[in-house]
């Protein structure tokens, strides 16, 4: 079998797993998705769905947030084969949890409520943000996150997919719990505001840099602009900002 990157390599390398071991779950953002390829998604025969933003206010968020998807041996092939999900798939999770407990458990994570702060939605499950948020072993909500999961599967531009560590021995109960964060955790969650501000101001002035690209990559983009704007002796942000405009158009121009 050929090597995929929508599934762990481990995944391709070892028998399915029987009944009783850890299903295997991904975790999807259907707004990053085309039409087409949500259309598709759906129709995979073998996949649940459970939305982990419900709010019958705002019944878009269910429908443009993540979704925890259980899979079957079957759908899993289905799904490598599409290759149509890109970046909306942010994590494989392995878990023995039903996958509807799972979802009410992950979905707090989708608000955080930073010291000071209003409380404000939270992509809790990108790969740089579920990595520091693992890293927070004492804090009181870790287990309230983590516990149950077996394994979280993060997307690793270099490396493929890569486990994100160890994981609480057992799932917590179920009772409501608050993502509460620091004022430096959750600036450091945000990352970069200059990488933030530049992508946001060039999709919306210049869309055609983006075109066809997906979402996470825009911001990996502007990010690696940025920092050759550093490495020229920019500093003013007018300057950094026309610098990573013009690169941007320059490397797609050679493409």
């Not at 968020?61 to 259980?70: K, M, R, S």
């Not at 955080?112 to 693992?134: K, T």
Request: proline fraction near 8%.
């Amino acid at each position: 079998m050929a090597e995929v990157t929508t599934i762990p390599v481990d995944w391709q390398r070892t028998p399915w797993p029987a009944e009783e071991a850890p299903k295997r779950i991904a975790l999807i953002e259907l707004g990053l998705l085309d039409p087409a390829a949500r259309t598709a998604l759906f129709e995979t025969s073998g996949i649940t769905a459970w939305p982990l933003l419900q709010d019958d206010r705002q019944p878009h968020l269910a429908a443009e947030g993540p979704c925890l998807f259980e899979v079957t041996l079957e759908s899993m092939a289905e799904l490598s084969a599409q290759h149509v999900l890109g970046c909306a798939l942010h994590a494989w999770i392995e878990s023995r949890m039903a996958t509807q407990r799972l979802a009410s458990q992950l979905a707090p994570a989708m608000v955080a409520y930073p010291a000071g702060e209003p409380p404000a939605l939270l992509r809790f499950y990108l790969p740089q943000v579920i990595r520091q948020l693992h890293a927070e072993t004492q804090a009181d909500w870790h287990h309230s996150l983590f516990g149950g999961i077996e394994q979280w599967w993060q997307r690793d531009d270099n490396r493929g997919w890569q486990p994100l560590g160890v994981m609480p021995e057992q799932a917590p109960q179920e009772s409501p719990w608050q993502l509460t964060l620091s004022a430096s955790l959750y600036q450091a969650l945000q990352g970069d505001p200059e990488v933030r501000t530049a992508t946001r101001v060039l999709t919306q002035q210049y869309p055609e840099l983006f075109a066809g690209m997906c979402a996470c990559a825009r911001s990996q983009r502007v990010e690696a602009a940025l920092l050759a704007a550093t490495e020229a002796g920019l500093v003013q942000p007018g300057e950094r900002l026309a610098y990573v405009y013009r690169r941007l158009l320059a490397e797609n121009q050679e493409r």
